[in-house]
T-cell receptor, first 118, second 114 residues
Framework: AQSVAQPEDQVNVAEGNPLTVKCTYS??????LFWYVQYPNRGLQFLLK??????LVKGSYGFEAEFNKSQTSFHLKKPSALVSDSALYFC????????????????FGTGTLLAVQP | DGGITQSPKYLFRKEGQNVTLSCEQN?????MYWYRQDPGQGLRLIYY???????QKGDIAEGYSVSREKKESFPLTVTSAQKNPTAFYLC?????????????FGDGTRLSIL
């Protein structure tokens, strides 16, 4: 079965420091991977995706993510954190049916709360 | 601007009562989804629909029902059979069979028990 794991419930970082939010996945075939951000009492906002191609994906608000096939990881990164980056971050992978075809369904991790201290 | 509108933002349910959460989208997306979000558990899929008049159960469909009479609308009913309905409910949509496209989300409805 397809799955995605976010091993850290919370990540604390000082403003101006680099940040990393970790995500690992388990999927048959090539993965379609997504990162979303959620602010309090709001829906999820799309940040970036990996479908194929370059392992370093650039997204919204200065975020980027590094796809590593050998480590089955898709960590979210930002060179310099802002207090306004404090939010809940979700990693997701597109589900696949038994014969390997992708579906429209997404499987989400449990989320990582990013807290950026001023 | 195109988007997804969920209403109401806050909803309270009495014992034995059914309540319906509204979700409307003007993105011309074929596929729509309902998720339940509980603290520390991420998002869990309740129901999804890929076309009008058709829908499938997700991972936690018990105690919920949906309809898809129009492409733009995908209302969710939380029935009295759902014994623990307190949660944040999110509606999403996406193009059908466009696997490289993300799902778009509404701003959610928070449901509580009176």
């Amino acid at each position: 079965a397809q799955s995605v794991a976010q091993p850290e419930d919370q990540v604390n970082v000082a403003e101006g420091n680099p940040l990393t939010v970790k995500c690992t996945y388990s999927v048959s075939g090539n993965p379609y991977l997504f990162w979303y951000v959620q602010y309090p009492n709001r829906g999820l906002q799309f940040l970036l995706k990996y479908i194929t191609g370059d392992n370093l994906v650039k997204g919204s608000y200065g975020f980027e993510a590094e796809f590593n096939k050998s480590q089955t990881s898709f960590h979210l990164k930002k060179p310099s954190a802002l207090v306004s980056d404090s939010a809940l971050y979700f990693c997701a992978v597109r589900d696949r049916v038994n014969y390997g075809g992708a579906t429209n369904k997404l499987i989400f991790g449990t989320g990582t709360l990013l807290a950026v201290q001023p | 601007d195109g988007g997804i509108t969920q209403s109401p933002k806050y909803l309270f349910r009495k014992e034995g009562q059914n309540v319906t959460l509204s979700c409307e989208q003007n993105l011309n997306h074929d596929a729509m989804y309902w998720y339940r979000q509980d603290p520390g558990q991420g998002l869990r899929l309740i129901y999804y629909s890929q076309i009008v008049n058709d829908f499938q159960k997700g991972d936690i469909a018990e105690g919920y029902s949906v309809s898809r009479e129009k492409k733009e609308s995908f209302p969710l009913t939380v029935t009295s059979a759902q014994k623990n309905p307190t949660a944040f409910y999110l509606c999403a949509s996406s193009p059908l069979l466009s696997f490289n496209q993300p799902q778009h989300f509404g701003d959610g409805t928070r449901l509580s028990i009176l």
